[in-house]
């Protein structure tokens, strides 16, 4: 997989079966490096660009993960694999508990998958040692700043939804800082409180 190279998020990659974590319509494209549909306009993220979003938080195993967008669960999935926890986020009931069930189905079961705002965070859980956004707007929302920890990695696709960058930030004493910027891509639109109504 172009510049993925950690052998942790490939065995990851090559663990978790994206077809337990798509419609059933959709299984025969599981195994395809494409986005693909599923419910309220929304899309799984393509392996490849949840692999690089996922290895640029450099997880090592003890981690505590806040994810944003739960999908139907597949990139909640690999942080599993990775992390020794991950709080996943969903604003659609029926996405959320999709994701739970398909999750529960593969065996894993350090994941709390929460219906709500993905732009308020999961305050009650925090401090994050990592935060990962999958919907784009133009600034990181100030709830998942404040709930990532110092020294934690924040990824998330910066714009206006649909034309965007995957930008990986530090929390530093003085902020989030821009760290690197990862690759463009297309993402859906981050909505919320703290992002577009």
Known sequence: MIGVDDPRVLDAMRTVRRTAFVPPEYADSAHEDVPI?????????????SA????????????HVLEIGTGYGYQTALLARLAAFVTSIERWSDLAAQAHRNLMAEGIHNVQVVEGDGTEGVPARA??????????????????????RPGGRLVQPIGPGGKDQVILFERTPD????????????????YGRHGYQ
């Open 37 to 49: 549909p599923i419910p309220h306009d929304q899309v799984t993220t393509q392996p490849s660009l």
């Open 52 to 63: 690089s979003m996922v290895q640029a938080l450099r997880i090592g195993g003890h981690e």
């Open 127 to 148: 401090p994050y040692d990592a935060v990962l956004v999958s919907a784009a707007f133009p600034q990181v929302p100030h709830p998942l700043v404040d709930q990532l």
């Open 175 to 190: 902020g989030l800082v821009e760290h690197e910027r990862l690759l463009p891509a297309r993402f859906v639109r981050l």
